[in-house]
T-cell receptor
Framework: DAGVTQSPTHLIKTRGQQVTLRCSPK?????VSWYQQALGQGPQFIFQ???????QRGNFPDRFSGHQFPNYSSELNVNALLLGDSALYLC????????????FGPGTRLTVT | DAKTTQPNSMESNEEEPVHLPCNHS???????IHWYRQLPSQGPEYVIH???SNVNNRMASLAIAEDRKSSTLILHRATLRDAAVYYC?????????????FGTGTKLQVIP
């Protein structure tokens, strides 16, 4: 059983560009959450998707948007990239409910130049 | 969102027990206490979680204070593989959907 997979592994973009990151959840999971992790910091919650809708959102601007597909996979889109968007972007999947553990993918390392 | 407070770093000798503390004084009645760890260049890995009672699994034990304002992750015999950043987080159960707030975690160093 494949765990959570993310693509691409690494990405380099220029300021002002747009980027799309992809995530496939662990088999059987219906909820996907996205996190941003700056170097030396803990992951910061961006948003969570369940039943193809954004259910919870952290303190991130509208430049960050997402989507969940009927097969539960998800995309994270970031528009008008800033240098400060350089980070590791983590996807985590779980079953809905606070008593279920999250499984994290290896992350996508985004560098904005 | 309820926050957690952890020491920035801790050291342990190999094969000795490790007690990693976490304070969460603003925890609400429906918040689950989760622990994750992150090895260098990897995504976080689930360790254990609980609500009110102490919990054990193959990786660790979780001791939860009676007032739930603090908890302790216990690694019974630290190995070099346990060197990681450990995060204590609260998963609020709000209508089935949860925000999650990570702190800066505790960096555990295991000394051979």
């Amino acid at each position: 059983d494949a765990g959570v997979t993310q693509s691409p592994t690494h990405l380099i973009k220029t300021r002002g560009q747009q980027v799309t990151l992809r995530c496939s959840p662990k088999s059987g999971h219906d909820t996907v959450s996205w996190y941003q992790q700056a170097l030396g910091q803990g992951p910061q919650f961006i948003f969570q998707y369940y039943e193809e809708e954004e259910r919870q959102r952290g303190n991130f601007p509208d430049r960050f948007s997402g989507h969940q597909f009927p097969n539960y996979s998800s995309e994270l889109n970031v528009n008008a990239l800033l240098l400060g968007d350089s980070a590791l972007y983590l996807c985590a999947s779980s079953l809905a409910g606070g008593d279920h553990e999250q499984y994290f993918g290896p992350g996508t390392r985004l560098t904005v130049t | 969102d309820a926050k957690t407070t952890q020491p920035n770093s801790m050291e342990s000798n190999e094969e000795e027990p490790v007690h990693l503390p976490c304070n969460h004084s603003t925890i609400s009645g429906t918040d689950y206490i989760h622990w994750y760890r992150q090895l260098p260049s990897q995504g976080p890995e689930y360790v254990i979680h609980g609500l009110t009672s102490n919990v054990n699994n193959r990786m660790a034990s979780l001791a939860i204070a009676e007032d739930r304002k603090s908890s302790t992750l216990i690694l019974h015999r630290a190995t070099l593989r346990d060197a990681a950043v450990y995060y204590c987080i609260l998963r609020a159960h709000s209508g089935g959907y949860q925000k999650v707030t990570f702190g800066t975690g505790t960096k555990l160093q295991v000394i051979p």
